[in-house]
């Protein structure tokens, strides 16, 4: 079992930056995922990072934007995000998949936090 809290999100306006934090406890060897869900859209793939941090995925909405990071000593992941966009305004979620190698397909992922909403004003 794996819990998973996300923190750090918020209001800013458009052009500034957020930083996600994704704590996690229990069984945490894991590649992590971020993601997000605005209204009436379906949930969608922001960045992954496998567990050694050395291999990174980003979805071109935010590839350049936004940087996906971990502390294993920590059992923390982060998503920095600069240069927001009203576009970017959803709830985001992080999420860990029983695997050390990162994925963008949400099925694959097997733990989920319960979210932190980012909005990003005009």
């Known amino acids: 079992q794996v819990q998973l809290v996300e923190s750090g999100g918020g209001l800013v306006q458009a052009g500034g930056s957020l930083r996600l934090s994704c704590a996690a406890a229990g069984r945490t060897a894991y590649a992590m995922g971020w993601f997000r869900q605005a209204p009436g859209k379906e949930r969608e793939f922001v960045a992954g990072i496998s567990w050694s941090g050395s291999t990174t995925y980003y979805a071109d909405s935010v590839k350049g934007r936004f940087t996906i990071s971990r502390d294993n000593a920590k059992n923390t992941g982060y998503l920095q995000m600069n240069s927001l966009k009203p576009e970017d305004t959803a709830n985001y979620y992080c999420?860990?998949?029983?695997?050390?190698?990162?994925?963008?397909?949400?099925?694959?992922?097997?733990?989920w936090g319960q979210g932190t909403q980012v909005t990003v004003s005009s």
């Open positions: 999420a860990v998949r029983t695997s050390r190698f990162a994925s963008g397909r949400l099925s694959e992922y097997d733990y």
